[in-house]
C-alpha cells in the first residue's frame, strides 16, 4: 500500500461551521505534512509532524488546528474559516524527516468557503 | 531569501517534440532537489530526487539533470498523456525539514 487517502474529496462549509479534514497511510511512514494550494499556484506549507510530535507551524491562523492522534492519521481541523481559505488542502508523508526523503501526496481535499 | 524560478510558466508542445523545463534556485545550502507531477485537481506525483550537481536521473521520456544553479526536465518526444504542471522544489541544508515549491510548469502536448 503505498497511498496516501484523504477524505473527503470535496467540502463545502459555511463560516461559522467546525469541519475536519482527515488523512490516512500506511506504509510505516513517520514524518506527516499538511499543504495548502490555492489554483495556479504552488503547494504552501502549513504543518509538518514528526513522530507523531508537531515539528513545523509556518504561521498558521489558530482557525486551522492539526492534530496527529498516530502515526497513520492526520487531521486538520477547521473552525470560522474565511472565503479566502478556499484551495485545495493536501496531506503528504515521508518515511522519516531526514534529508532527501520524497513525500508521497494524497489527491486532496477541495475545500469551498461560503 | 531562498527562491525557486521555474519557467516557462506554459508549454504546448505537438506530440514528438522534444524540449526541456528549467527550474533556477538561489538557496543557502541544496539538501535536495525534487520534481513532481500534478495533474488537475490531484496531489503531486514524485518523479524524481537529485542531490548533488552533476547528477542525472531518466524515467520513461523524461530526464532531469542538475546543476549549482538550476535544474531541467528534459522531455524526450513527448504524449499528450504527459500533459500535466510540472513542479519543481528544493530541500534546504538548515535542518528544517520542509520541501518549497517553484510556480511549476502548465505542458500541454497536443497529438
Known amino acids: 500500500d503505498t497511498e496516501v487517502t484523504q477524505t473527503p474529496k470535496h467540502l463545502v462549509m459555511g463560516m461559522t461551521n467546525k469541519k475536519s479534514l482527515k488523512c490516512e497511510q500506511h506504509?510505516?511512514?513517520?514524518?506527516m505534512y499538511w499543504y495548502k494550494q490555492k489554483a495556479k499556484k504552488p503547494p504552501e506549507l502549513m504543518f509538518v509532524?514528526?513522530?507523531?510530535?508537531?515539528?513545523i507551524n509556518e504561521s498558521v491562523p489558530s482557525r486551522f488546528s492539526p492534530e496527529c492522534p498516530n502515526s497513520s492519521l492526520l487531521n486538520l481541523h477547521l473552525h470560522a474559516l474565511q472565503p479566502e481559505d478556499s484551495a485545495l488542502y493536501l496531506c503528504?508523508?515521508?518515511?522519516?524527516?531526514?534529508?532527501?526523503?520524497?513525500?508521497?501526496f494524497g489527491s486532496g481535499t477541495q475545500l469551498s468557503v461560503l | 531569501e531562498d527562491q525557486v524560478t521555474q519557467s516557462p510558466e506554459a508549454l504546448r508542445l505537438q506530440e514528438g517534440e522534444s524540449s526541456s523545463l528549467n527550474c533556477s534556485y538561489t538557496?543557502?545550502?541544496?539538501?535536495?532537489l525534487f520534481w513532481y507531477r500534478q495533474d488537475p485537481g490531484k496531489g503531486p506525483e514524485f518523479l524524481f530526487t537529485?542531490?548533488?550537481a552533476g547528477e542525472e536521473k531518466e524515467k520513461e521520456r523524461l530526464k532531469a539533470t542538475l546543476t549549482k544553479k538550476e535544474s531541467f526536465l528534459h522531455i524526450t518526444a513527448p504524449k499528450p498523456e504527459d500533459s500535466a504542471t510540472y513542479l519543481c522544489?528544493?530541500?534546504?541544508?538548515?535542518?528544517?525539514?520542509?520541501?518549497?515549491f517553484g510556480s511549476g510548469t502548465r505542458l500541454q502536448v497536443q497529438p
Open positions: 503528504a508523508s515521508s518515511q522519516a524527516p531526514t534529508r532527501g526523503e520524497k513525500l508521497f
Open positions: 506504509m510505516g511512514h513517520r514524518a
Open positions: 509532524y514528526s513522530y507523531e510530535k508537531l515539528s
Open positions: 538557496v543557502s545550502g541544496l539538501r535536495g
Open positions: 537529485l542531490y548533488s
Open positions: 522544489a528544493v530541500e534546504m541544508d538548515t535542518g528544517r525539514r520542509a520541501l518549497t
